[in-house]
C-alpha cells in the first residue's frame, strides 16, 4: 500500500505591480519543491495555501 505525506505551505508574495516577477519567483519555488519529490495538489488560486503530496517509503 502506497503512503504520502502532506505539506501546506504559504508561498503568497508581497503585492508587486510586477506580476511577472511574482509570477517567475512562484514557478521557482514550486520547481524548488518537485527537486525534493513533492507534487503540487492545490494552491493554484491562492498561493497562500498551497499543497503538496509525495509518497514515502514504506517501514
Known sequence: MKKYEYMTVDLSVEPSLNLRGNLEGYVAKLNEYG???????????????????REVEED
Open 35 to 53: 527537486k525534493d519529490g513533492w507534487r503540487l495538489i492545490s494552491g493554484m488560486d491562492d498561493w497562500k495555501y498551497t499543497i503538496f503530496e
